[in-house]
């Protein structure tokens, strides 16, 4: 995985502050330049009269140089880091736009986020600015939560579905891997989707019904990513593939998830979600995302 160059989304929030560590730590650990990016939010930019008018540009002006002035200590810090850097202001009546116009339009390697865990009516409400960059993000995606805590990649944890995308994950986990010292869990989740009969006769788990599954899986698995230098695990576990790799996350102080996101379409999305997003929202840790190859 190569990373010349960096951008962070800043939204000043206590969160970012912790996103914005972990780009300097990644920065630092490529010898990449970091962009500081804050999206201003234009409310107004979808009524093209509002928008012209020159009061609201004044508006837009001023937000703007409040922005470049909580920018400037954030920088300040990249600078002390031993790091080139700079600061960009991107426009747009929803943040999560802003920052996806200004990745297509700039050629970065790596995009680092803070991620809010909203949860029921304000996250119907208001969406998540960082699933919507996770979903849609031309380049890999650093999903940072704000219970995160400090980075230090030493334990890495890589689910596989053995689809073409978690696949990319695997190939890519290894690398970064070695590049910080870290260990590798590769992790399979099989779904628990059994008829109601089996449960009436007292079998609760599909590795009751098939015991061969689980060793049929991890030889598939290990074919799979092949021959991995350094510490590595390989688990074959059963329940919904989400959570189960949050709990594993948990319970084996994970520091860093990699995945690769599926890309769904927005009717796809809809009706079937995405295992990658909902790790996002859940995780007790940073998940990178690696993005579908076109």
């Known amino acids: 995985m190569k990373i010349n160059s960096i951008v962070a989304a800043v939204d000043f929030s206590e969160n970012a502050h912790l996103a914005l560590d972990y780009a300097i730590y990644m920065a630092r650990s490529y010898s990449a330049r970091l962009t500081l990016l804050h999206a201003v939010v ?9 928008a012209t008018r020159p009061e609201h540009r004044q508006f837009v002006e001023v937000e703007s140089g409040i922005a470049r002035q909580k920018l400037q200590p954030l920088l300040e810090k990249v600078h002390a880091a031993g790091l080139k850097g700079n600061m960009r202001l991107e ?5 999560g736009d802003a920052i996806l116009n200004h990745l297509r339009a700039n050629h970065y ?16 409400l208001y969406g998540s ?3 919507k960059v996770v979903r849609y993000s031309p380049i890999p995606v650093l999903s940072v939560p704000h219970k995160a805590k400090a980075p230090d990649f030493k334990k890495i944890l890589v689910p596989m579905d053995f689809s073409d995308y978690s696949r990319q994950a695997a190939k890519q986990a290894p690398k970064i891997a ?3 010292g870290a260990s590798i869990e590769f992790l399979n989740v099989i779904e628990q ?18 015991p061969e599954i689980r060793p049929r899986t991890l030889e598939l698995m290990k074919k799979t990513t092949g021959a991995v230098p350094g510490e590595t695990v390989y688990k074959v576990l059963e329940g919904s593939p989400h959570k ?11 520091d860093l ?15 079937l979600g995405s295992t990658t997003e909902r790790v996002v929202s859940h995780a007790p840790c940073a998940v990178l995302t690696i993005e579908r190859k076109k």
Not at 42 to 50: F, I, K, R, V
Not at 196 to 205: D, K
């Open 244 to 254: 189960t790799i949050v709990e594993e996350a948990e319970e084996n102080g994970v």
């Open 193 to 210: 989707q059994m008829h109601p009969a089996f449960y009436a006769g007292g079998i609760e788990s599909l590795f009751e019904v098939d």
């Open 178 to 180: 070695q590049k910080f």
């Open 129 to 131: 600015v960082a699933e």
């Open 91 to 95: 426009e747009d009546i929803l943040p």
């Open 109 to 124: 390697d790596l995009i680092v986020i803070g991620t809010h865990g909203q949860t029921g009516i304000k996250k119907w």
């Open 42 to 50: 234009d409310y107004s930019g979808a009524n093209l009269e509002t």
């Open 257 to 271: 998830i990699v995945m690769a996101t599926h890309g769904y379409n927005y009717l796809d999305h809809i009706l």
